[in-house]
């Protein structure tokens, strides 16, 4: 069975850049362009990984997170934020976030955390 990922993400670029990178490593994407439809989505799909933006309309990531752990806190969640918003990042890590990227990222540590969080924990 092909690992799923739920990418979440507003901005349609970064939706494009995240598939671009995950899918050459061999993964499914579902995506989802605010919070609202991530959590949806996530109930629905049950994804191995969930890489979400933090700063969205309708439904920000935190309230998300907040959802998606009330839901099943066994999916793992990375939290993507750009530099400044070190009290969202805190916040996230208190919901249960288990990593951050900072944007803009290297393809390189999206695929380091496919690794950790797929690869070696056999998710």
């Known amino acids: ?10 901005a349609v ?11 050459a490593s061999g993964y499914q994407i579902i ?13 629905e799909h049950k994804p191995n990984l969930v890489i979400m933006d ?5 439904m920000d990531g935190l309230t998300s997170l907040r959802y998606m752990m009330e839901h099943d806190n066994s999916i793992p969640v990375i939290m ?6 070190e009290s969202k990042i805190l916040e996230a890590g208190r ?17 380091e955390v496919l690794n950790c969080f797929l690869e070696e924990n056999g998710r």
């Open 31 to 43: 995506e989802a362009k605010d919070g609202l439809q991530a959590f949806e989505l996530f109930k």
């Open 95 to 111: 919901l249960g976030a288990k990593d951050f990227i900072v944007k803009p990222f290297k393809d390189k540590e999206i695929e």
């Open 1 to 10: 069975m092909n690992k799923t990922i739920l990418i979440v993400d507003d």
């Open 80 to 85: 993507c934020s750009a530099i400044g918003q």
């Open 13 to 23: 670029f970064m939706r494009m850049k995240l598939k671009k990178i995950i899918e």
């Open 54 to 58: 933090i700063s969205m309309p309708e």
